[in-house]
């Protein structure tokens, strides 16, 4: 077991260095506060709760390791997995993971059916990460028009002069300020649904809704992230409209840091009352693998 987990050690010190100097180089700025604002914080925050996953299920993890015997398939599965994480296109969304992807494979070459588990939440992480990118690609133009006019129309109910045009808003702000906003695909919210998505997987792993609870408790839950992203557009653009650019900027950048998290929040509590409060407990009594 210990000289396992020095080669895993050592061979995952190797990929790091070797192959994903740039990601090191890279992470300073990124988790800067203007790295954060420039490419979003919410997938640090999935990555985070995969993490802490990880470790609440170390116990089963490592009896895994300590049990498992070297397989033949998982080591093929392993050496897949390295050169997926080698030889994939690189781009900054994705280094973090194809870094850990390499790292899962040396895991499965290792400890066999052990990663079982990590590659579960590795699963979830990525798919946090690809979700906005694809939603962007199919529907982000489309998307973002109907957001741009959904804003305008509530803007308009409730007293601000906005008006529309394709994906721009257009309005004069009290202050003076002659204000022009376009909504693009990203301001559409795809990757705060993805983080939604992420979060109710990582629960259906350890407290297990029915079926017939789980859907509609899903669809709840997406169409309430679908509308805190609304409610952070119309209260940016309000902001703008009765205090000026500044205003507008400051809710731009800052409301989603607040709405977003009490929602999930709020969820979480919803999503544990219906699995039965006094019932819930982080450890699985009927594994899913």
């Known amino acids: 077991m210990k000289i396992r987990l020095i080669i895993l050690s050592i061979a995952c010190l190797a990929i790091s260095v070797l192959l994903f100097g740039e990601l090191w180089a890279k992470l300073p700025q990124w988790l800067s506060l203007e790295g954060l604002q420039d490419h979003g914080v919410f997938h640090w925050g999935v990555l985070g709760l995969c993490m802490l996953w990880l470790w609440l299920k170390r116990k089963d993890i490592l009896s895994k390791m300590q049990t498992g015997r070297l397989s033949l398939a998982f080591m093929l599965v392993g050496v897949a997995l390295v050169a997926l994480s080698i030889f994939l296109p690189r781009s900054d969304d994705f280094l973090v993971f194809l870094m850990l992807l390499g ?8 400890f066999a059916r052990a990663c079982i588990i990590p590659s579960i939440l590795l699963a979830v992480y990525g798919f946090n990460i690809a979700f906005p990118i694809l939603m962007i690609g199919w529907v982000g133009e489309m998307s973002a028009i109907l957001m741009a006019n959904t804003v305008a129309a509530i803007e308009t109910k409730l007293g601000p002069m906005i008006t529309s045009e394709g994906v721009v808003l257009h309005s004069t702000s009290l202050t003076g300020d002659v204000i022009s906003i376009t909504i693009v695909p990203g301001c559409v919210g795809y990757a705060t649904i993805g983080v939604f998505i992420a979060l109710f997987t990582l629960m259906m792993l350890d407290i297990r809704l029915p079926l017939k609870k ?4 899903f669809l709840i839950g997406l169409a309430g992230t679908w509308l805190q992203n ?12 009765y205090w000026g650019l500044g205003a507008l900027e400051a809710m731009h950048y800052n409301t ?3 709405i977003f998290p009490l929602w999930y929040a709020l969820f979480a509590y919803i999503y544990l009352r219906q699995a039965g409060w006094r019932r819930v407990s982080i450890k699985i009594t009927k594994p899913l693998w």
């Open 230 to 241: 609304i409610i952070r557009l119309v209260v940016s653009v309000a902001a703008g409209y």
């Open 214 to 217: 789980a859907w509609y408790i």
């Open 256 to 258: 989603g840091y607040v």
């Open 103 to 110: 790292w899962l494979g040396i895991f499965a070459i290792i």
